[in-house]
């Protein structure tokens, strides 16, 4: 299957946008080349796998989100925050009981996925923080350099 960069480009942008950060600030939050970003967003190149994995997590979107979307042309996913979780999960795993029959098994299992779901939810919270301290000081930037035209 042929998948459109250009398609996909354009949902990167369109995320990138949703959270209200400039391309600098998604290329800084992954650790890519500006340029490199602006041609992943136009559409003129397709991200090593590697770099799809960096983008996921600067534009707050489940792993392997961009990757998929490369292979199959599947919509990006963005992370889900516990919050946004079904209301029976929220306070921690799903009885598991039912699919692990070996209950030590189905407790570390839950362990597991509580752990990762407080640093899921620990990654987002930070994400977020960024997101509102580099919207600030731009705003501040703006600010200031609109005070001294006047």
């Known amino acids: 299957m042929a998948v459109d960069r250009r398609m996909i480009g354009l949902r990167i942008k369109e995320r990138r946008v949703r959270l209200g950060m400039l391309q600098q600030d998604v290329a800084d939050a992954a650790g890519v080349h500006l340029r490199a970003f602006g041609k992943i967003e136009r559409g003129e190149v397709t991200p ?3 770099t799809c994995s960096l983008l996921d997590g600067a534009l707050q979107l489940t792993p392997g989100s961009l990757a998929g979307a490369y292979q199959t042309g599947a919509e990006l996913v963005p ?3 516990p919050d946004q979780l079904p209301a029976d999960w929220r306070d921690g795993a799903p009885d598991l009981t039912s699919v692990v029959h070996d ?37 501040a930037t703006i600010g200031r350099t609109r005070g001294r035209g006047a």
């Open 48 to 50: 090593h796998l590697h």
């Open 103 to 139: 209950p030590a098994a189905a407790a570390e299992l839950r362990d597991w996925f509580e752990d990762a779901m407080r640093q899921m939810y620990e990654r987002g919270r930070q994400a977020q923080r960024a997101d509102q301290e580099a919207r600030e000081a731009r705003a």
């Open 79 to 81: 992370l889900s925050l």
